[in-house]
């Protein structure tokens, strides 16, 4: 189990480095950062005097060793568009991006999770039919078509919610919540459904056909062959069963939440870090890219992480520790 | 479960082309889809979609990109139906007074193209990367399903929106509307191409140690004749299911791309940069412009999601 | 009476090319306390007998006619709720592969456990009591350590052996044990066979003990079915039929199984192969293969009729048509 960790960290450690290094060379190829600091009149002479103070003549490996220590400090300079430290930038927009996500992940959850094992133990019944077909159309449609048909529902024709922005937030600490204020949780509604919608759709299809791979296990039957009533083959085998996989990918999925949430930020203008990256490509604000970049791969690196122990600690059959295996007649 | 697998009588020889249809016509296969009214429809959509997509030079009734032919005074006309529409515009016209049908069509053809060649690529780089990391094995494999592994672990998009910003930055500013094609066809083959990569690997492993392969080793057949013309075959199965739903997931990753602002610029639209466009319009009543553009691109990703479906339900062994 | 009589018993299975019919007029029957081999190549409709007697036949097959009475009583109509009742209570099921039979995600003692209390009632504590003598009943070492741990932790022999010990957790009347030992290694397959043997024997519980291994049948059982394309070819005691077989087909099947007393000549085979589900000939299902065929066998399907010390479905034994002399089978 040890050297299974210690395997895993070291695959972390090796991805945060790779993306470390892709997110430094986007600083070497994107044009003269100097340019874009100085005015056109400046000399060359200032020029090169401020491209060796700032260290930019040293050669590559010192550069990115010297990136790689900052960026462990959360330090990733000044961005381009906006003109103020990159972490500050994106530590404001981060309680933005994590409510939505949190808020949706936990509708995902509720909601697909009962359809899942609904529809797994009564596949033939009319409601179940019903969730199959609203579930391949939330999986057909793009997230960003999801979002301007609620907005074109809700907001243009109802008048019901607000089709941008994040309402009202309040301020407490560090952290902006939107959670607190009527106008905060309504701008919250629309979006989160739409973010919602692909992940609840996938753990209610995975869940389902889980259940009904389970159902058809040898062990099932021969539970059923020893007269165990039908509550207790559903929800205490069957269940069990189907939740193991099922924890591992939903957790997968719902790290990706965040992902999704780029596109969900840009339909509703909603201030996060999503919408943050976008206006930055199209910017070419390289600073934000590659504090984004760095971000995230953590984040899923260690999410990676979090899940793949989770496996272990589900199934028995991982645990099995050497000295207890099989022995004798 | 008793799965009875009777052929059919036999009869005087029939001519190969034909009976291979009739035996098409016949199988397990065709039947399942015969038997689904939604399959049936949904290919439908599929062949009209994709064929008036692909044949749009033709069927179009306007060149929405031929400058010479816009009117600025036709702009904003609601769809034909619409008190001030007219059928010269059946779909309506945008802000540049380019017809919203065309658009629509050229768009979708744009969409169409961007994903088959995606999954193409994919295809390509992928089933070879397949085999030979389950036929070579050793480091070589394990380097490749490393690598494999880590671009899995993000979700699709994801490795899409960073292949593209950073594919934007490093080329010249002025280029960028010409190659934007294959850039957005980049980014959106990485994904699948893993995915194939992963099937292909694990079905070669199997068969590698089977019996035929060994044979055609013992003779001394090159090892890259053995893998595309021995192994090729017995492993495509699974990856062509597999294939269909990343057509459909490519379409809609394009599609997301060009919305974001990232995927395909104004002068060669696709579906989404339409959709993009439509949205600025959407509050101030112009509802045509990003009505039609998402029916179509919905109806596309749906119908080709469906047949993806159809086709994994019916070549499931599992399942029959 | 007997204790399970099956009577003219039909299993279809509904395909778009039309109804197969895989048990097709199927009619034997147990006596309280003694085991009754069902033997058969694979598709002779065995396997799909024993599931059709619990009820737990896979969709879409389905009973399509005949009727099962265990204790006098219909069973193959019930409501499903009563069907489960008498499963595991009354009778019990244990299938082919142990380490697939078992939850691998429950521990061995909570299965036992809790099929114990389904049916016995017990609180949590007698339960365990009663989970730690089965399991010391079919002859798991160090009991109170072994049910805490989970299926892969076992062998396959003591995988078996919990499931023997799960089927006969309510002491049911009726046993059906299908293919019990063909995933076991062949020096565990005795053990396991005996152990099934002496239990049964000491709870008075009848077994129908369907495999295709004529060997287990001859060790074990005291009468023995022999089945062929969905019927019973012929019934008897063991040693009658191992002794002197009438139907050619189990004379076939004596003939092709070696001894290690027996002649040093070339194994006797049986030409040709079994006809696949739904495609049986015409009157007599062996009829293509019979070494004695003649021409009612083609036309009209025999019953179970007197043949010597057996019964057999075969025309050569049918005293109301002109006998043709054919002297018994030495």
Redesign the interface.
């Known amino acids: 189990m040890i050297a299974f960790v210690i395997r895993r960290l070291g695959q972390s450690i090796a991805v945060m480095l790779a993306v470390g290094f892709i997110a430094f060379s986007l600083f070497s190829y994107v044009g003269d950062p100097i340019s874009s600091m100085v005015g056109q009149d400046t000399p060359i002479a200032d020029r090169a005097k401020l491209r060796h103070d700032l260290g930019l003549d040293d050669p590559f490996f010192v550069q990115f060793g010297r990136f790689l220590l900052r960026a462990a400090h959360g330090e990733f300079g000044i961005s381009y568009q906006y003109g103020r430290p990159v972490q500050r930038l994106l530590a404001e927009r981060l309680p933005a991006t994590l409510e939505l996500s949190f808020t949706a992940a936990l509708l995902a959850l509720l909601i697909g999770l009962p359809m899942g094992v609904y529809t797994g133990l009564r596949p033939e019944s009319w409601l179940s039919r019903l969730f199959m077909t609203l579930s391949l159309i939330g999986v057909s449609l793009p997230t960003f078509l999801t979002g301007i048909l609620l907005i074109w529902i809700f907001a243009v024709m109802l008048g019901w919610l607000p089709s941008f922005g994040r309402g009202d937030v309040v301020q407490i600490g560090g952290w902006t919540t939107g959670f607190l204020t009527l106008s905060g949780l309504k701008a919250l509604i629309l979006p989160s459904i739409t973010l919602a919608l692909f992940q609840m759709t996938l753990i209610m299809r995975l869940v389902r056909s889980e259940m009904l791979e389970v159902l058809r296990t040898d062990y099932i039957k021969f539970a059923r062959a020893r007269g165990l009533p039908n509550r207790l083959i559903y929800f205490g085998h069957a269940l069990k069963n189907t939740l193991v996989p099922v924890i591992t990918i939903t957790g997968l999925q719902l790290g990706s939440i965040i992902a999704f949430s780029i596109i969900t930020e840009t339909v509703f203008q909603w201030p996060g870090m999503g919408f943050l990256i976008v206006q930055a490509i199209g910017f070419a604000d390289v600073p934000v890219m590659a504090c984004y970049l760095v971000l995230v791969a953590f984040f899923f690196v260690v999410i990676n992480l979090i899940v793949d122990l989770l496996y272990y600690a589900v199934d028995p059959r991982l645990r099995l520790d050497r000295a207890g295996a099989a022995h004798g007649h | 479960?008793?799965?009875?697998s009777?052929d059919l009588p036999v009869e005087a020889a029939p001519p190969r082309a034909v009976g291979a249809f009739r035996r098409a016509l016949d199988s397990d296969l065709f039947?399942s889809f015969r038997r689904s009214p939604l399959t049936v429809v949904a290919a439908l959509v599929v062949l009209i979609l994709g064929g008036s997509a692909l044949l749009c030079s033709w069927v179009a009734p306007h060149n929405p990109f031929d400058l010479a032919s816009l009117n600025i005074l036709d702009s904003f006309d609601p769809p034909a139906w619409v008190d001030g529409g007219n059928w010269t515009y059946p779909l309506g016209t945008d802000d540049q007074g380019r017809d919203v049908l065309s658009a629509v069509l050229y768009g979708m053809r744009v969409s169409i193209l961007v994903g088959f060649s995606a999954v193409g690529l994919a295809l390509a780089s992928g089933v070879s990367l397949g085999l030979l990391a389950g036929f070579a094995g050793g480091w070589v494999d394990t380097l490749i399903m490393?690598i494999c592994d880590?671009l899995l672990?993000?979700?699709a998009?994801?490795i899409a929106?960073?292949i593209?910003?950073?594919a934007?930055?490093?080329l010249p500013h002025d280029r960028q509307d010409e190659i934007a094609f294959s850039v957005v066809v980049l980014a959106v083959t990485v994904l699948p191409a893993v995915q194939f990569a992963r099937t292909v690997r694990g079905s070669t492993l199997v068969e590698r140690n089977k019996e035929y392969v060994q044979a055609a080793r013992v003779i001394g057949v090159h090892p890259v004749t053995i893998a595309f013309r021995h192994i090729l075959p017995n492993v495509i199965g699974p990856v062509l299911v597999i294939a269909t739903i990343s057509l459909?997931v490519a379409i809609?990753n394009e599609?997301?791309l060009s919305?974001?602002?990232?995927g395909l610029p104004l002068t060669q639209p696709s579906l989404g940069t339409l959709?993009r466009v439509g949205?600025n319009f959407?509050?101030s009543g112009e509802?045509w412009m990003?009505l039609f553009p998402?029916l179509a691109?919905?109806g596309l990703?749906?119908a080709v999601?469906?047949l993806g479906?159809w086709l994994r339900d019916a070549l499931n062994p599992?399942l029959r | 009476m007997p204790l399970l009589e099956i009577e003219h018993l039909q299993v279809e299975f509904p395909t778009r090319r039309g109804v197969l019919r895989a048990v097709d007029d199927l009619s034997f029957s147990i006596e309280a306390g003694e085991v009754l081999g069902v033997v058969g190549e694979s598709g002779a409709g065995k396997s799909l007998t024993g599931a059709a007697i619990i009820g737990l036949l896979e969709p879409p097959g389905r009973v399509a006619g005949g009727t099962i009475l265990f204790n006098g009583r219909r069973i193959d109509n019930l409501p499903p709720e009563e069907l489960r009742r008498i499963r595991g209570r009354e009778i019990g099921a244990i299938f082919q592969d142990p380490l697939t039979s078992l939850n691998p995600l429950y521990t061995v003692g909570r299965q036992l456990i809790e099929t114990v209390s389904v049916h016995l009632g017990l609180d949590a504590r007698a339960a365990r009591e009663r989970a730690l003598a089965l399991l010391r009943e079919v002859g798991i070492p160090g009991a109170e350590q072994r049910i805490d741990h989970y299926p892969h932790q076992f062998s396959g022999g003591m995988r078996q052996r919990v499931v023997i010990a799960l089927a006969l957790a309510a002491n049911p009347r009726l046993v059906i044990a299908d293919e019990p030992t063909t995933a076991l290694d062949v020096s565990i397959q005795a053990q396991i066979i005996a152990l099934l043997k002496r239990l049964c024997r000491d709870h008075g519980t009848a077994v129908m003990l369907v495999t295709h291994d004529m060997g287990v049948i001859a060790e074990t059982a005291d009468r023995v079915a022999v089945m062929y394309a969905g019927r019973v070819a012929e019934i008897g005691s063991v040693r009658d039929v191992v002794k002197s077989p009438r139907h050619p087909y189990t004379v076939g099947l004596m003939g092709a199984i070696p001894t290690i007393g027996g002649a040093r000549d070339r194994l006797a085979q049986i030409d040709g192969a079994m006809p696949r589900v739904g495609a049986a000939p015409r009157g007599c299902a062996f009829n293509p293969r019979c070494g004695r065929v003649f021409e009612r066998c083609r036309h009209e399907r025999p019953e179970l009729m007197p043949a010597g010390a057996t019964q057999a479905a075969c025309w050569l034994y049918d005293q109301a048509a002109a006998p043709r002399k054919e002297a018994a089978h030495g």
């Open positions: 479960m008793v799965t009875e009777a039947y490393r880590v672990s993000f979700p998009i994801l929106i960073l593209d910003g950073v934007r930055s490093v459909a809609i599609a997301t919305f974001l602002g990232l959709i949205q959407l509050f509802w990003i998402s691109l919905a990703a749906l999601n469906l479906d599992k």
